[in-house]
Protein backbone atom coordinates (compact mmCIF):
# COMPACT_ATOMS: atom_id res chain seq x y z
CA UNK A 1 0.00 0.00 0.00
CA UNK A 2 1.40 3.24 -1.32
CA UNK A 3 0.26 6.67 1.00
CA UNK A 4 1.23 10.04 -0.49
CA UNK A 5 1.64 13.42 0.93
CA UNK A 6 2.43 16.14 -1.71
CA UNK A 7 3.34 19.68 -1.09
CA UNK A 8 -0.23 21.82 -0.91
CA UNK A 9 0.25 23.58 -4.41
CA UNK A 10 -2.40 26.20 -3.45
CA UNK A 11 -1.08 29.63 -3.09
CA UNK A 12 -1.24 30.34 0.33
CA UNK A 13 -1.52 26.67 1.65
CA UNK A 14 1.19 26.44 4.72
CA UNK A 15 -0.38 23.50 6.16
CA UNK A 16 0.72 19.91 5.60
CA UNK A 17 -1.58 16.87 5.60
CA UNK A 18 0.71 14.67 7.85
CA UNK A 19 3.66 14.77 10.30
CA UNK A 20 6.14 12.82 11.39
CA UNK A 21 3.66 11.41 14.24
CA UNK A 22 0.79 10.13 11.68
CA UNK A 23 3.53 8.69 9.05
CA UNK A 24 4.67 6.56 12.29
CA UNK A 25 1.20 5.16 12.62
CA UNK A 26 0.74 4.67 8.48
CA UNK A 27 4.23 2.95 8.57
CA UNK A 28 2.94 0.49 11.36
CA UNK A 29 -0.23 -0.03 9.29
CA UNK A 30 1.54 -1.30 6.60
CA UNK A 31 2.25 1.46 4.15
CA UNK A 32 4.83 3.12 2.37
CA UNK A 33 4.54 6.86 2.94
CA UNK A 34 6.03 8.95 0.49
CA UNK A 35 6.06 12.82 0.99
CA UNK A 36 7.52 15.20 -1.33
CA UNK A 37 9.88 17.22 -0.95
CA UNK A 38 9.04 20.36 0.94
CA UNK A 39 6.00 19.48 1.88
CA UNK A 40 5.84 20.32 5.46
CA UNK A 41 8.32 23.41 5.49
CA UNK A 42 6.02 25.92 6.23
CA UNK A 43 4.76 23.90 9.10
CA UNK A 44 8.25 23.77 10.50
CA UNK A 45 8.64 19.97 9.46
CA UNK A 46 12.09 19.27 7.79
CA UNK A 47 11.83 16.49 5.27
CA UNK A 48 14.66 14.60 7.12
CA UNK A 49 12.01 14.48 10.11
CA UNK A 50 9.09 12.81 7.57
CA UNK A 51 12.61 10.67 6.40
CA UNK A 52 13.75 9.82 10.17
CA UNK A 53 10.01 8.72 10.90
CA UNK A 54 10.03 6.00 7.78
CA UNK A 55 8.91 7.84 4.84
CA UNK A 56 10.95 8.73 1.56
CA UNK A 57 11.14 11.59 0.13
CA UNK A 58 10.05 12.51 -3.67
CA UNK A 59 10.91 15.15 -5.46
CA UNK A 60 8.31 16.02 -7.78
CA UNK A 61 3.75 15.83 -6.77
CA UNK A 62 3.57 13.40 -9.67
CA UNK A 63 6.44 11.00 -8.50
CA UNK A 64 4.67 11.61 -4.96
CA UNK A 65 1.09 10.53 -6.55
CA UNK A 66 1.74 7.91 -9.15
CA UNK A 67 0.38 4.83 -8.24
CA UNK A 68 -0.58 5.65 -4.72
CA UNK A 69 -3.70 3.69 -2.84
CA UNK A 70 -4.31 7.15 -0.51
CA UNK A 71 -3.17 10.24 -0.63
CA UNK A 72 -4.02 13.26 2.12
CA UNK A 73 -4.20 16.43 1.23
CA UNK A 74 -5.05 19.65 3.10
CA UNK A 75 -6.83 21.48 0.06
CA UNK A 76 -9.34 20.02 -2.89
CA UNK A 77 -6.52 18.00 -5.69
CA UNK A 78 -5.66 20.81 -8.16
CA UNK A 79 -6.41 19.29 -12.00
CA UNK A 80 -2.90 18.66 -12.57
CA UNK A 81 -2.76 16.15 -9.29
CA UNK A 82 -5.82 14.52 -10.00
CA UNK A 83 -4.33 13.69 -13.65
CA UNK A 84 -1.28 11.92 -11.40
CA UNK A 85 -3.26 10.32 -9.37
CA UNK A 86 -4.44 6.47 -10.72
CA UNK A 87 -7.84 5.62 -10.83
CA UNK A 88 -9.75 4.07 -7.49
CA UNK A 89 -7.09 6.06 -5.32
CA UNK A 90 -8.65 6.88 -1.67
CA UNK A 91 -8.00 11.23 -1.95
CA UNK A 92 -8.93 12.78 1.65
CA UNK A 93 -9.07 16.55 2.00
CA UNK A 94 -10.78 19.39 2.91
CA UNK A 95 -12.97 19.57 -0.27
CA UNK A 96 -14.58 22.54 0.15
CA UNK A 97 -17.04 21.21 -2.68
CA UNK A 98 -20.06 23.95 -2.34
CA UNK A 99 -19.90 26.01 -5.33
CA UNK A 100 -17.19 24.21 -6.82
CA UNK A 101 -19.41 21.65 -8.38
CA UNK A 102 -17.01 21.10 -11.66
CA UNK A 103 -14.23 20.01 -9.54
CA UNK A 104 -16.17 17.92 -7.71
CA UNK A 105 -17.47 16.42 -11.01
CA UNK A 106 -13.77 16.15 -12.13
CA UNK A 107 -12.43 13.93 -9.45
CA UNK A 108 -15.74 11.55 -10.04
CA UNK A 109 -14.08 11.61 -13.66
CA UNK A 110 -10.68 10.90 -12.74
CA UNK A 111 -12.25 7.85 -10.49
CA UNK A 112 -11.14 8.91 -7.00
CA UNK A 113 -12.25 7.90 -3.78
CA UNK A 114 -12.99 11.39 -2.62
CA UNK A 115 -13.72 12.23 0.84
CA UNK A 116 -14.76 15.82 2.12
CA UNK A 117 -13.06 16.06 5.92
CA UNK A 118 -15.60 18.90 6.72
CA UNK A 119 -18.44 16.62 6.24
CA UNK A 120 -17.29 14.70 9.31
CA UNK A 121 -20.57 13.59 11.55
CA UNK A 122 -20.47 15.68 14.85
CA UNK A 123 -20.94 12.83 16.62
CA UNK A 124 -18.64 11.17 19.76
CA UNK A 125 -16.92 8.58 17.44
CA UNK A 126 -15.74 10.94 14.84
CA UNK A 127 -14.58 14.31 17.43
CA UNK A 128 -11.17 13.09 17.29
CA UNK A 129 -11.21 13.11 12.91
CA UNK A 130 -13.61 16.84 12.86
CA UNK A 131 -11.21 19.14 11.46
CA UNK A 132 -13.35 22.21 11.08
CA UNK A 133 -13.44 22.22 14.86
CA UNK A 134 -9.58 21.38 15.06
CA UNK A 135 -9.08 24.36 12.61
CA UNK A 136 -12.06 26.68 13.78
CA UNK A 137 -9.98 26.98 17.28
CA UNK A 138 -6.71 27.75 16.06
CA UNK A 139 -8.56 30.42 13.84
CA UNK A 140 -10.14 31.94 16.54
CA UNK A 141 -7.35 32.09 18.87
CA UNK A 142 -5.11 33.59 15.55
CA UNK A 143 -8.17 36.16 15.41
CA UNK A 144 -7.68 37.35 18.30
CA UNK A 145 -3.82 37.71 18.07
CA UNK A 146 -4.16 39.24 14.69
CA UNK A 147 -6.59 41.54 16.02
CA UNK A 148 -4.44 42.70 19.07
CA UNK A 149 -1.73 43.12 17.16
CA UNK A 150 -3.58 45.44 15.05
CA UNK A 151 -4.80 47.55 17.91
CA UNK A 152 -2.80 50.33 19.40
CA UNK A 153 -3.85 49.76 22.36
CA UNK A 154 -3.43 47.25 25.09
CA UNK A 155 -6.33 44.33 25.65
CA UNK A 156 -6.12 44.41 29.55
CA UNK A 157 -6.61 46.74 32.00
CA UNK A 158 -3.33 47.80 33.12
CA UNK A 159 -3.08 49.96 36.74
CA UNK A 160 0.51 52.00 36.82
CA UNK A 161 2.60 54.47 38.41
CA UNK A 162 1.77 56.25 34.74
CA UNK A 163 -1.93 56.20 35.08
CA UNK A 164 -4.38 53.35 34.18
CA UNK A 165 -4.80 51.89 30.91
CA UNK A 166 -8.64 50.27 30.43
CA UNK A 167 -9.23 47.17 29.56
CA UNK A 168 -10.51 47.00 25.64
CA UNK A 169 -14.17 45.64 24.96
CA UNK A 170 -14.38 42.44 22.61
CA UNK A 171 -17.40 41.66 20.74
CA UNK A 172 -17.62 38.05 18.98
CA UNK A 173 -20.24 37.63 16.83
CA UNK A 174 -20.68 33.79 16.06
CA UNK A 175 -20.15 31.62 19.53
CA UNK A 176 -19.45 27.94 17.31
CA UNK A 177 -16.05 26.90 18.11
CA UNK A 178 -14.05 29.48 16.73
CA UNK A 179 -16.15 32.05 18.28
CA UNK A 180 -15.52 30.18 21.90
CA UNK A 181 -12.07 29.84 20.91
CA UNK A 182 -11.87 33.64 20.28
CA UNK A 183 -13.84 34.68 23.56
CA UNK A 184 -11.30 32.48 25.96
CA UNK A 185 -8.43 34.13 24.37
CA UNK A 186 -9.79 37.71 24.80
CA UNK A 187 -10.61 36.98 28.18
CA UNK A 188 -6.90 35.53 28.84
CA UNK A 189 -5.86 38.49 27.38
CA UNK A 190 -7.30 40.85 29.62
CA UNK A 191 -10.30 42.16 27.60
CA UNK A 192 -13.99 42.43 28.57
CA UNK A 193 -15.93 40.15 26.67
CA UNK A 194 -19.04 40.13 25.05
CA UNK A 195 -20.53 37.75 22.45
CA UNK A 196 -23.89 36.95 20.15
CA UNK A 197 -25.12 33.97 18.28
CA UNK A 198 -28.61 32.40 16.98
CA UNK A 199 -28.77 29.50 18.59
CA UNK A 200 -29.66 29.13 21.79
CA UNK A 201 -26.92 26.53 22.98
CA UNK A 202 -24.60 29.01 22.52
CA UNK A 203 -25.50 31.18 25.97
CA UNK A 204 -24.81 28.90 28.31
CA UNK A 205 -21.19 28.36 26.72
CA UNK A 206 -20.30 32.03 25.82
CA UNK A 207 -21.30 32.19 29.92
CA UNK A 208 -19.27 29.66 30.97
CA UNK A 209 -16.46 31.39 30.13
CA UNK A 210 -17.00 34.29 31.54
CA UNK A 211 -18.02 36.60 28.52
CA UNK A 212 -21.93 38.21 28.52
CA UNK A 213 -24.47 36.75 25.88
CA UNK A 214 -25.78 39.62 23.71
CA UNK A 215 -28.99 38.36 21.79
CA UNK A 216 -32.96 38.95 20.95
CA UNK A 217 -34.21 36.20 22.49
CA UNK A 218 -37.40 35.88 21.00
CA UNK A 219 -39.28 32.47 19.61
CA UNK A 220 -37.23 32.41 16.32
CA UNK A 221 -34.47 32.38 18.36
CA UNK A 222 -35.47 29.34 20.65
CA UNK A 223 -35.61 27.02 17.51
CA UNK A 224 -32.95 28.15 15.57
CA UNK A 225 -30.70 25.49 16.42
CA UNK A 226 -31.12 22.49 13.25
CA UNK A 227 -30.76 19.09 14.82
CA UNK A 228 -27.04 18.97 13.16
CA UNK A 229 -25.99 21.59 15.77
CA UNK A 230 -25.50 23.92 13.12
CA UNK A 231 -26.92 27.30 12.70
CA UNK A 232 -30.21 27.72 10.53
CA UNK A 233 -30.85 30.94 7.92
CA UNK A 234 -32.80 33.53 9.99
CA UNK A 235 -35.92 35.29 9.10
CA UNK A 236 -35.55 39.10 7.42
CA UNK A 237 -37.29 40.15 10.43
CA UNK A 238 -35.25 38.58 12.78
CA UNK A 239 -32.64 40.08 11.13
CA UNK A 240 -33.62 43.63 11.79
CA UNK A 241 -33.78 43.16 15.10
CA UNK A 242 -30.46 41.38 15.25
CA UNK A 243 -29.05 44.53 13.45
CA UNK A 244 -30.55 46.86 15.76
CA UNK A 245 -29.09 45.54 19.18
CA UNK A 246 -25.77 44.77 17.48
CA UNK A 247 -25.63 48.35 16.55
CA UNK A 248 -26.33 49.78 19.57
CA UNK A 249 -23.83 47.31 21.20
CA UNK A 250 -20.39 47.77 18.42
CA UNK A 251 -20.44 51.48 18.69
CA UNK A 252 -18.95 50.81 22.46
CA UNK A 253 -16.83 48.13 21.50
CA UNK A 254 -12.96 48.11 20.47
CA UNK A 255 -12.89 45.00 18.56
CA UNK A 256 -15.11 42.51 16.52
CA UNK A 257 -14.43 38.95 15.90
CA UNK A 258 -17.21 37.70 13.55
CA UNK A 259 -16.89 33.56 12.76
CA UNK A 260 -20.78 33.65 11.61
CA UNK A 261 -21.44 30.34 9.14
CA UNK A 262 -24.28 28.93 7.71
CA UNK A 263 -23.69 25.25 6.45
CA UNK A 264 -23.77 25.65 2.45
CA UNK A 265 -24.48 29.36 1.93
CA UNK A 266 -22.66 32.19 2.05
CA UNK A 267 -21.86 33.79 5.68
CA UNK A 268 -24.87 36.37 7.00
CA UNK A 269 -24.01 39.80 6.76
CA UNK A 270 -23.98 41.29 10.33
CA UNK A 271 -21.87 44.51 10.17
CA UNK A 272 -22.86 47.09 8.27
CA UNK A 273 -20.74 49.80 6.91
CA UNK A 274 -22.87 52.41 9.16
CA UNK A 275 -21.93 50.15 12.03
CA UNK A 276 -18.26 50.34 11.24
CA UNK A 277 -18.35 54.16 10.95
CA UNK A 278 -19.76 54.38 14.45
CA UNK A 279 -16.80 52.40 16.26
CA UNK A 280 -14.49 54.66 18.05
CA UNK A 281 -11.28 55.58 15.95
CA UNK A 282 -8.50 52.68 16.13
CA UNK A 283 -10.97 49.83 16.59
CA UNK A 284 -10.61 46.60 15.17
CA UNK A 285 -12.57 44.31 13.22
CA UNK A 286 -11.51 40.77 12.48
CA UNK A 287 -13.89 38.92 9.71
CA UNK A 288 -13.05 35.01 9.95
CA UNK A 289 -16.04 34.46 7.58
CA UNK A 290 -14.34 36.37 4.42
CA UNK A 291 -13.76 33.80 3.05
CA UNK A 292 -17.61 32.91 2.81
CA UNK A 293 -18.87 35.95 1.29
CA UNK A 294 -17.67 37.75 4.70
CA UNK A 295 -20.12 39.15 7.79
CA UNK A 296 -18.83 42.97 7.28
CA UNK A 297 -19.52 44.93 4.35
CA UNK A 298 -16.34 46.50 3.26
CA UNK A 299 -14.20 43.31 4.61
CA UNK A 300 -11.67 42.39 1.68
CA UNK A 301 -10.36 38.89 1.42
CA UNK A 302 -6.76 38.57 1.79
CA UNK A 303 -6.27 42.20 3.18
CA UNK A 304 -6.81 44.43 6.18
CA UNK A 305 -8.36 47.63 4.94
CA UNK A 306 -9.23 50.79 6.54
CA UNK A 307 -12.68 52.42 6.80
CA UNK A 308 -12.38 55.77 8.09
CA UNK A 309 -9.84 55.04 11.34
CA UNK A 310 -11.32 51.51 12.04
CA UNK A 311 -9.48 48.78 10.48
CA UNK A 312 -10.91 45.11 9.16
CA UNK A 313 -8.55 42.11 9.35
CA UNK A 314 -9.43 39.88 6.16
CA UNK A 315 -6.86 37.20 6.28
CA UNK A 316 -7.24 34.25 4.73
CA UNK A 317 -6.84 30.98 5.60
CA UNK A 318 -6.82 32.22 9.38
CA UNK A 319 -5.39 28.22 10.60
CA UNK A 320 -2.43 28.74 8.14
CA UNK A 321 -1.49 31.68 9.62
CA UNK A 322 -0.54 29.16 13.18
CA UNK A 323 0.66 26.40 10.37
CA UNK A 324 2.98 23.86 12.95
CA UNK A 325 0.16 23.73 15.17
CA UNK A 326 -2.97 23.91 12.72
CA UNK A 327 -0.70 20.75 10.97
CA UNK A 328 -0.16 18.52 14.02
CA UNK A 329 -4.06 19.16 14.62
CA UNK A 330 -5.32 18.41 10.91
CA UNK A 331 -2.72 15.79 10.35
CA UNK A 332 -3.84 13.94 13.24
CA UNK A 333 -7.85 13.71 12.08
CA UNK A 334 -7.11 12.49 8.78
CA UNK A 335 -4.36 10.08 10.11
CA UNK A 336 -7.81 8.40 12.89
CA UNK A 337 -10.33 8.15 9.97
CA UNK A 338 -7.94 6.85 7.29
CA UNK A 339 -7.19 4.08 10.46
CA UNK A 340 -11.11 3.17 10.16
CA UNK A 341 -10.59 1.68 6.14
CA UNK A 342 -7.75 -0.64 6.95
CA UNK A 343 -7.47 -3.70 8.00
CA UNK A 344 -4.58 -3.83 10.89
CA UNK A 345 -4.67 -7.72 10.33
CA UNK A 346 -4.17 -8.14 6.91
CA UNK A 347 -2.70 -4.58 6.25
CA UNK A 348 -5.00 -4.18 3.58
CA UNK A 349 -6.92 -1.32 2.25
CA UNK A 350 -10.81 -2.20 3.57
CA UNK A 351 -13.14 0.48 3.28
CA UNK A 352 -16.29 -0.25 4.91
CA UNK A 353 -19.03 1.34 2.83
CA UNK A 354 -21.44 1.36 4.93
CA UNK A 355 -20.06 3.43 7.75
CA UNK A 356 -21.52 6.48 8.82
CA UNK A 357 -18.53 8.48 8.49
CA UNK A 358 -17.69 7.44 5.24
CA UNK A 359 -21.23 7.51 3.35
CA UNK A 360 -20.88 11.11 5.34
CA UNK A 361 -17.83 12.25 3.61
CA UNK A 362 -17.60 10.31 0.40
CA UNK A 363 -17.92 12.94 -2.78
CA UNK A 364 -17.14 10.30 -5.80
CA UNK A 365 -16.11 6.67 -6.42
CA UNK A 366 -16.18 4.30 -9.07
CA UNK A 367 -16.04 7.30 -11.86
CA UNK A 368 -19.45 9.08 -10.44
CA UNK A 369 -20.42 12.10 -8.25
CA UNK A 370 -22.10 9.82 -5.01
CA UNK A 371 -22.76 12.58 -2.53
CA UNK A 372 -26.19 13.51 -2.19
CA UNK A 373 -25.52 17.19 -2.10
CA UNK A 374 -23.71 16.86 -5.30
CA UNK A 375 -25.15 13.30 -7.22
CA UNK A 376 -26.82 14.02 -10.14
CA UNK A 377 -30.30 14.04 -9.98
CA UNK A 378 -32.07 10.71 -9.39
CA UNK A 379 -34.26 10.08 -12.88
P1 LIG B 1 -20.11 27.34 12.19
O1 LIG B 1 -18.66 27.49 11.89
O2 LIG B 1 -20.99 26.71 11.16
O3 LIG B 1 -20.72 28.78 12.54
C1 LIG B 1 -20.11 29.60 13.52
C2 LIG B 1 -21.16 30.15 14.45
O4 LIG B 1 -21.88 31.20 13.80
C3 LIG B 1 -22.21 29.15 14.92
O5 LIG B 1 -22.21 29.10 16.33
C4 LIG B 1 -23.51 29.72 14.37
O6 LIG B 1 -24.62 29.45 15.21
C5 LIG B 1 -23.19 31.20 14.32
N1 LIG B 1 -24.09 32.02 13.49
C6 LIG B 1 -24.67 31.73 12.31
N2 LIG B 1 -25.45 32.75 11.88
C7 LIG B 1 -25.35 33.73 12.82
C8 LIG B 1 -25.89 35.05 12.96
N3 LIG B 1 -26.74 35.54 12.05
N4 LIG B 1 -25.57 35.76 14.06
C9 LIG B 1 -24.74 35.26 15.00
N5 LIG B 1 -24.18 34.03 14.92
C10 LIG B 1 -24.48 33.27 13.85
O7 LIG B 1 -20.32 26.55 13.56
P2 LIG B 1 -19.33 25.59 14.32
O8 LIG B 1 -18.31 26.36 15.02
O9 LIG B 1 -18.87 24.55 13.38
O10 LIG B 1 -20.26 24.94 15.43
C11 LIG B 1 -21.63 24.62 15.23
C12 LIG B 1 -22.12 23.80 16.41
O11 LIG B 1 -21.59 22.48 16.38
C13 LIG B 1 -21.76 24.33 17.77
O12 LIG B 1 -22.85 24.08 18.61
C14 LIG B 1 -20.63 23.46 18.20
O13 LIG B 1 -20.44 23.45 19.59
C15 LIG B 1 -21.10 22.16 17.66
N6 LIG B 1 -20.03 21.18 17.53
C16 LIG B 1 -20.24 19.90 17.95
C17 LIG B 1 -19.23 18.97 17.83
C18 LIG B 1 -19.43 17.56 18.28
O14 LIG B 1 -20.38 17.27 18.94
N7 LIG B 1 -18.57 16.66 17.90
C19 LIG B 1 -18.02 19.31 17.27
C20 LIG B 1 -17.84 20.62 16.85
C21 LIG B 1 -18.86 21.55 16.98
Known amino acids: MKLAVPRESEAGETRVAATPDTVKRFVALGFDVVVEKDAGTLSRIPDEEFVAAGASIADTAEAALSSADVVLKVRRPSETELAAMKAGALVIASMDPYGHEDAVAAMGKAGVAA ?36 YDRALPMMMTAAGTV ?9 AGVAGLQAIATARRLGAIVTATDVRPAAKEQVESLGAKFIAVEDDEFRQAETAGGYAKEMSDAYKQKQAELVAAHIAKQDMVITTALIPGRPAPRLISK ?6 RPGSVIVDLAVERGGNVEGAEPGKVVKLGDVKIVGH ?17 NLATFLETMVDKETKAIAVDWEDELVKATVLTRDGAVVHPAFAPAAE
Request: hydrophobic share 55%; aromatic share 8%; net charge neutral.
Open 115 to 150: FAMEFMPRITRAQVMDVLSSQANLAGYQAVIDGAAE
Open 166 to 174: PAARVFVMG
Open 274 to 279: EMVASM
Open 316 to 332: LNMPGRIAASASTLYAK
